[in-house]
């Protein structure tokens, strides 16, 4: 069986959430990415087949019900039976070479927070952090001992720690990993993130008509917290 993201949702985010349904049915699906988005493609590592088309040949798994995106299409697969399966994302890719390099990179950064600020350009407006908490969530960590480390994307926006700018996915699956803490918006880096099994702090806008929590939502997991912030 093939499934896939519909063609304009083929973000981080969008695909790693395919990572919930296709781990209940480990290497038994068939994932479907762009060409252009070809980069994804060893997110599935370990769970599932991937193959590569153009949008248009594109099977997207459709919803069932109501409720959060992904117990939505795990009930067209598993009916009732989704009600109680876990919705969380789960990513296996490493490589030694990015491991490494996340290794050597953290060595002399102790207690690390991966910070990621910043959504993609399509939904910036809606879930964006306000620069003031991002401000705050850096500092913040400071205060804790911790060492802030923003990671961010089409962007050269400054910050008052170390900042890595359009890191390649197998670096910041394996830098996700090894430093087992990650602060920030609801976007791909946080499902990533909670993908490899750090500890996350989301922190998104108060619904409105452009984004509603409940979607997105992991309820009943301690190791994920969610704060809301109010829009001006």
């Known amino acids: 069986m093939k499934i896939s993201s519909p063609a304009g949702s083929q973000g981080l ?6 990572t ?13 990415i762009p060409v252009e988005q070809s980069r994804f493609k060893i997110l599935f590592d370990g769970l599932a087949n991937v ?19 992904v117990r939505r299409k795990l009930r067209t697969l598993f009916g009732k039976d989704a009600e109680n399966m876990d919705i969380r994302p789960l990513v296996l890719y490493s490589d030694p070479d990015s491991n490494n390099w996340a ?35 850096i500092s913040g960590a400071k205060l804790k001992g911790q060492t802030p480390i923003v990671v961010q994307s089409d962007s050269n926006q400054e910050w008052p720690c170390d900042t890595l700018n359009d890191l390649e996915l197998p670096k910041l699956i394996c830098l996700l990993r090894r430093a087992g803490r990650m602060a920030g918006a609801n976007t791909g880096v946080q499902h ?4 490899v099994g750090c500890l996350v702090d989301v922190y998104e806008p108060e619904d409105g008509p452009l984004f509603q929590s409940w979607e997105w939502r992991y309820d009943n997991c301690p190791s994920i ?6 829009r001006s």
């Open 192 to 195: 990533l993130a909670i993908a």
């Open 51 to 69: 193959e590569l088309c153009q949008p248009h040949e594109l099977i997207p798994l459709q919803d069932t019900g109501d409720g959060p995106y």
């Open 20 to 32: 919930s349904v296709v781990k209940a049915l480990p290497n038994k699906l068939t994932v479907q």
């Open 225 to 230: 917290k969610y704060y809301t912030w109010l």
């Open 103 to 137: 290794a050597e990179y953290l060595k002399d950064k102790s207690n690390p927070v991966i910070v990621c600020p910043f959504v993609s350009k399509k939904w910036s407006n809606v879930r964006d952090l306000p620069m003031e908490i991002a401000q705050e969530i």
């Open 13 to 18: 985010g969008d695909v790693t959430l395919l």
